[in-house]
């Protein structure tokens, strides 16, 4: 018998030198532990290893400490690398990779850079951290039973289907077949007008895909076959109603030689904050009577929480003002100051007074609800669009990203950069 471990999302360098800077580290500390402590061979991460796309040092040191458990935890029988697809086998560093438990990682949205440049998810996989996979597969001997991994790391949404296409993975015979992606999937997850990817997207002859991106847990069967399971995140980022639903967790796959693939066991963390929603209402009220309402939210959610972690509270504050009042006229320091040293408060205002008009852009991006990076390219290609000039959007977004400005002009300029 052989175990996968599974985790994704772990977001390494979110809110870096904030009150929650340390909560990834934690977070993806208890899921790699309980990982290896649960005897797993192998683990896999689906992506957004990293919450940016040049993480600073201490960020990357952070974490190349943290995977270096996974290379310190000797087995008895280790694991082989039995085939390579798509990438040169030299790419990896099969004796520090392979020492313990390996971790094969793709990279996610958060990690994207130009065609070219180095990714943090391949600068891991250079230090022997990782194994690195984008539209590559390996095969691997875990504890006896044959097992085969394939990744494709995140890529824009309207190019995910035509990506998955042209790479076209193909299944390894005799073997528990595993892909890894990191992207929207409809129904689970979907964001802007363009076209993502479907369950009838995804090929046949995979047991499991485990899909990043989505920071809840999913678990489904694929109309194709196979089974669906997105591990969601570790760290709470989004503060969705569903984040605050479903805790979070690692996973572990059972699988054997004669029967292949077997349950998906759920390994709770116990170490992320507490998260609680709040969402107060107001109808054509002044600043005080929102101030009241917020102070009177937030003691009545924090009255009865307990423990070591401060809590996450994300208030949203939603309806209308009086006449001639704005929601600058809303002013919540001193109500965020008294709760301070209880949860960490976010206030999210949606307010509008009955002589505001809502502009077409304000709408428009609402209704698209996109996330801000498609946001971003969106309105690059747009601007390009009207001026007439043609200009690779996602080029230069990314290359924005990455503050190279050097190569935004030669790509404006209509170079190869």
């Given at each position: 018998?052989?175990?996968?471990?599974?985790?994704?999302?772990?977001?390494?360098?979110?809110?870096?030198?904030?009150?929650?800077?340390?909560?990834?580290?934690?977070?993806?500390?208890?899921?790699?532990?309980?990982?290896?402590?649960?005897?797993?061979?192998?683990?896999?991460?689906?992506?957004?290893?990293?919450?940016?796309?040049?993480?600073?040092?201490?960020?990357?040191?952070?974490a190349m400490r943290l995977f270096s458990r996974a290379v310190l935890a000797r087995r008895?029988?280790?694991?082989?690398?039995?085939?390579?697809?798509?990438?040169?086998?030299?790419?990896?560093?099969?004796?520090?990779?392979?020492?313990?438990?390996?971790?094969?990682?793709?990279?996610?949205?958060?990690?994207?850079?130009?065609?070219?440049?180095?990714?943090?998810?391949?600068?891991?996989?250079?230090?022997?951290?990782?194994?690195?996979?984008?539209?590559?597969?390996?095969?691997?001997?875990?504890?006896?039973?044959?097992?085969?991994?394939?990744?494709?790391?995140?890529?824009?949404?309207?190019?995910?289907?035509?990506?998955?296409?042209?790479?076209?993975?193909?299944?390894?015979?005799?073997?528990?077949?595993?892909?890894?992606?990191?992207?929207?999937?409809?129904?689970?997850?979907?964001?802007?007008?363009?076209?993502?990817?479907?369950?009838?997207?995804?090929?046949?002859?995979?047991?499991?895909?485990?899909?990043?991106?989505?920071?809840?847990?999913?678990?489904?069967?694929?109309?194709?076959?196979?089974?669906?399971?997105?591990?969601?995140?570790?760290?709470?980022?989004?503060?969705?109603?569903?984040?605050?639903?479903?805790?979070?967790?690692?996973?572990?796959?059972?699988?054997?030689?004669?029967?292949?693939?077997?349950?998906?066991?759920?390994?709770?963390?116990?170490?992320?904050?507490?998260?609680?929603?709040?969402?107060?209402?107001?109808?054509?009220?002044?600043?005080?009577?929102?101030?009241?309402?917020?102070?009177?939210?937030?003691?009545?959610?924090?009255?009865?929480?307990?423990?070591?972690?401060?809590?996450?509270?994300?208030?949203?504050?939603?309806?209308?003002?009086?006449?001639?009042?704005?929601?600058?006229?809303?002013?919540?320091?001193?109500?965020?100051?008294?709760?301070?040293?209880?949860?960490?408060?976010?206030?999210?205002?949606?307010?509008?007074?009955?002589?505001?008009?809502?502009?077409?852009?304000?709408?428009?991006?609402?209704?698209?609800?996109?996330?801000?990076?498609?946001?971003?390219?969106?309105v690059l290609r747009t601007r390009a669009k009207e001026m007439g000039v043609k200009l690779?959007?996602?080029?230069?977004?990314?290359?924005?990203?990455?503050?190279?400005?050097?190569?935004?002009?030669?790509?404006?300029?209509?170079?190869?950069?």
């Amino acid at each position: 018998m052989a175990r996968v471990g599974v985790f994704s999302d772990t977001h390494f360098g979110y809110d870096f030198g904030g009150p929650r800077g340390e909560d990834p580290f934690v977070q993806a500390a208890e899921a790699l532990d309980l990982l290896i402590g649960d005897k797993c061979g192998l683990v896999l991460h689906a992506g957004d290893l990293f919450d940016r796309p040049v993480p600073k040092p201490d960020v990357l040191g952070g974490a190349m400490r943290l995977f270096s458990r996974a290379v310190l935890a000797r087995r008895k029988r280790p694991v082989k690398l039995i085939e390579v697809v798509g990438k040169d086998r030299d790419d990896v560093t099969e004796e520090i990779a392979l020492a313990g438990v390996p971790i094969i990682a793709i990279h996610g949205t958060h990690e994207r850079r130009p065609k070219g440049q180095l990714n943090p998810i391949q600068l891991m996989e250079k230090a022997g951290f990782v194994i690195a996979l984008h539209c590559q597969s390996v095969l691997l001997d875990v504890g006896g039973v044959l097992v085969g991994v394939h990744g494709m790391g995140g890529v824009p949404e309207r190019f995910a289907r035509d990506v998955l296409r042209k790479w076209d993975p193909r299944s390894f015979d005799g073997a528990v077949n595993m892909l890894l992606l990191h992207q929207n999937l409809s129904p689970y997850l979907y964001t802007g007008d363009e076209p993502g990817l479907e369950g009838e997207d995804l090929p046949k002859g995979f047991d499991l895909v485990v899909n990043g991106h989505i920071h809840w847990e999913v678990q489904d069967e694929l109309p194709r076959g196979g089974r669906l399971l997105c591990p969601g995140s570790t760290v709470l980022t989004q503060l969705r109603a569903t984040e605050r639903d479903i805790p979070k967790a690692a996973f572990a796959v059972e699988m054997t030689k004669k029967k292949g693939m077997g349950e998906v066991r759920r390994l709770p963390l116990a170490t992320p904050r507490p998260f609680i929603l709040e969402t107060v209402k107001v109808k054509g009220a002044g600043p005080a009577q929102v101030v009241r309402a917020v102070h009177k939210a937030l003691a009545k959610a924090l009255k009865d929480v307990k423990g070591d972690r401060m809590p996450l509270v994300r208030v949203k504050l939603e309806g209308t003002l009086k006449d001639g009042i704005t929601p600058r006229d809303v002013q919540l320091g001193e109500t965020m100051e008294a709760f301070a040293d209880r949860a960490l408060v976010k206030v999210d205002k949606k307010l509008t007074g009955a002589d505001m008009e809502r502009s077409k852009a304000h709408r428009a991006v609402k209704r698209k609800a996109a996330t801000l990076d498609e946001l971003a390219r969106d309105v690059l290609r747009t601007r390009a669009k009207e001026m007439g000039v043609k200009l690779d959007a996602d080029a230069v977004f990314d290359r924005l990203l990455a503050n190279d400005v050097e190569g935004i002009i030669a790509l404006v300029e209509g170079e190869d950069a």
